[in-house]
């Protein structure tokens, strides 16, 4: 079982507390909040998926690199992580 499906239940609150900091900078904006209190929102969304990030990509190595028993899928697995972290790191 993928570790995505295993803690679905986990990763989903992440994901709607995220989209709650999403719908709360929307609010912020459209209610002309301070610069200072938009930049905080955006950091704080920032940090929020950042961590969703950090913890999936971790589990990620760990279940398809580090247990992974076949060399040859092991290289593709980090051939693919590798292309992500340059995709998400630009």
């Known amino acids: ?8 239940k986990k990763l989903l609150s992440r994901v709607r507390r995220l989209g709650g900091q999403v719908s709360a900078l929307e609010g912020a ?8 209190a938009v930049l905080v929102q955006v950091a704080a969304i920032r940090g929020a998926a950042a ?10 190595l760990q279940e398809h690199v580090v247990e992974q028993p076949d060399r040859k899928r092991r290289e593709q697995e980090m051939a693919a992580i590798t292309e992500l972290l340059r995709s ?3």
Not at 1 to 8: A, K, P
Not at 29 to 36: D, K, T, V, W
Not at 51 to 60: A, G, N
Request: charge should be negative; glycine fraction near 4%; charged fraction near 25%.
């Open 29 to 36: 904006l459209s209610a002309g909040a301070e610069c200072a």
């Open 88 to 90: 998400y790191l630009k």
């Open 51 to 60: 961590s969703l990030m950090r913890e999936l990509l971790t589990e990620h």
């Open 1 to 8: 079982m993928s570790h995505t499906v295993r803690d679905s």
